[in-house]
């Protein structure tokens, strides 16, 4: 039986863009995903030149990333100087959103309009309106939809949630997450869109998602959460940046009644815990992910201690490890879109639309109370 083929218009062309694109072209066999085929059939710049030099660097991709160019995953590919000719591309069955995240809500709702499927980079809009805006338009327009969360659909993610679920590690108490570094920020113009407020720069927006997703994916989905109630927000914090006056770095502490607490935390100014960048208190002994947390390759099971008592428990260390396939590790969710579009979904079950709006009404109450200059920065729903 012949692989789906799903055809990808690209939109915005910097460093995420050639990191997703270039995953598209590793053969899929590799990942055990014979079941589906990307073909990118589109690039959307600011200049016919940009889109072209972007697509002119695809084409001379070598080691994994070769087997696409190899076997027509580039062939006919048009490159745009504007992104409307993207949309209205016959060719193009899903856009990809790589442009900044003060762009993707009218980025998406351009596709959207122009009857496109979606898969737009996180954090998935500005806030939380305008995530509703574009939950409510892909439902009218009947198309599929997701925030592009590669992490969730990581071999190790599946292999997590299992033993945690699975009690073997006994109830579980609380998780820790953290993504820092030092991203030296007396060395940037205030102009960086890190740096800038009017793009919604900042720690919280750009690495708060990553804490957050292992929080959902641990906490949120866990079987104790019958419900899938959301968390209460007990507590956050931001340190402002003085210079520009966004935030350096955010704290958060989310409670899910009936399962535990996260912890989390996100940093520019220093490099987290390379060793635990989550750590997940479990009544028997902790599970502990090695960096990076976007995606991590190995855990540990970590006993509390010595104790002969407790035979049959965790008495020893144990050390995993799910290496991703070759590439950066974003095609397992351009694989999620494939199928879910072959199947006619129009949202993704391991990464719902509803997840992405309670990630945003979160990121958006910290925020709200932090006190930076990015505090009453609006989207353009309505718009």
């Not at 940009?50 to 027509?72: E, P, T």
């Not at 003060?102 to 500005?126: I, Q, R, S, Y």
């Not at 104790?224 to 006056?245: A, C, E, F, M, W």
């Not at 947390?293 to 190995?298: A, E, H, L, N, V």
Request: contains cysteine; negative net charge; hydrophobic residues 35%.
């Amino acid at each position: 039986m012949s692989p789906f083929t799903l055809r990808w218009g690209i939109i915005s062309t910097g460093n995420i863009a050639n990191t997703f694109c270039k995953d598209l072209l590793v053969d899929p066999s590799t990942r055990k995903a014979d079941d589906v085929f990307h073909k990118i059939t589109a690039i959307g710049s600011r200049s016919v030149n940009s889109a072209q030099s972007f697509l002119n660097n695809l084409n001379s991709s070598q080691d994994h990333f070769r087997w696409g160019v190899s076997n027509g995953a580039l062939d006919g590919c048009s490159a745009y100087g504007n992104y409307d000719q993207v949309y209205n591309d016959p060719n193009v069955d899903v856009v990809y959103i790589a442009a900044p995240h003060t762009l993707h809500h009218k980025n998406c709702k351009d596709a959207l309009k122009a009857g496109k499927n979606v898969l737009c980079e996180k954090p998935f809009t500005l806030d939380a309106e305008e995530a509703e805006e574009l939950i409510g338009l892909a439902r009218e327009k009947g198309l599929f939809m997701m925030e592009a969360v590669w992490t969730r659909f990581q071999p190790i993610t599946y292999a997590i949630q299992e033993i945690i679920a699975s009690g073997r590690l006994g109830k579980l108490k609380r998780i820790t997450a953290d993504n820092s570094l030092d991203f030296k920020l007396d060395d940037r113009v205030e102009s960086h869109r890190m740096l800038d407020p009017a793009l919604g720069g900042g720690a919280l927006l750009d690495l708060g998602p990553y804490p957050l997703v292992w929080a959902l994916l641990i906490l949120h989905h866990h079987p104790n959460n019958v419900d899938r109630s959301s968390p209460k927000i007990l507590n956050s914090y931001q340190t402002i940046y003085g210079r520009t006056g966004v935030d350096s770095a955010s704290r958060m502490l989310l409670e899910w009644d009936g399962v535990g607490q996260a912890d989390l935390r996100c940093d520019l100014t220093c490099h987290g815990y390379m060793d635990g960048v989550v750590i997940v208190t479990c009544e028997e002994g902790d599970l502990v992910v090695v960096a990076p947390p976007s995606k991590p390759q190995t855990f540990h099971i970590i006993p509390h201690g010595p104790d002969p008592s407790r035979q049959g428990k965790v008495i020893e260390k144990e050390t995993h490890h799910y290496p991703l396939s070759p590439g950066h590790g974003m095609a397992y969710e351009a694989d999620e879109v494939a199928r879910c579009i072959q199947a006619n979904k129009k949202e993704s079950d391991r990464m719902p639309l509803e997840e992405s709006l309670m990630v945003m009404r979160i990121l958006d109450e910290v925020r709200r109370n932090g006190g930076t200059k990015t505090k009453d920065l609006r989207g353009t729903a309505g718009q």
